[in-house]
């Protein structure tokens, strides 16, 4: 097996890896938050579960993003073309772990909140999209590189 090969495995790793880890993570802080909310305020749950799940699309994003470069992979492979999908790995792995960490934990605010008989799902909701919109940008940037590969 070629160094590039290999390089290019382990970016996909990262892809997958990484932001499935904090997507894991990011709703585990807002399901934790989901249990402690029902104790106060049972009839939110709707609104408890949509929070609870948003960190979860992180993981989606780097599996979609592995998928795109897959297609790329096989022993032909390029040292360039093996760096460059280790590098969407980096990107995408990275931006996706940070992002859902820190959606879970917005979210898991807005869940506090409404347990606490405040009106704040939808501004939960803008705020929550925040970290998200830079693991879109990862897995635009990820499209972007595979058409130059």
Partial sequence: MSLALILAFIGLGLMVGMPGSGSAIGVSIAGSATIGALKKKKEAFGSYIVLSAMPGTQGLYG???FFILLGK???ELTMFQGFAILGA???MGLSGLISAIWQGKICANGISGIASGFDVFGNSIIMGVFPEL???VAFASVFLISGKL
């Fill in 73 to 75: 992979m096989g022993p």
């Fill in 89 to 91: 790995g980096i990107m």
């Fill in 63 to 65: 599996f979609a993003a």
């Fill in 134 to 136: 830079y693991a879109i």
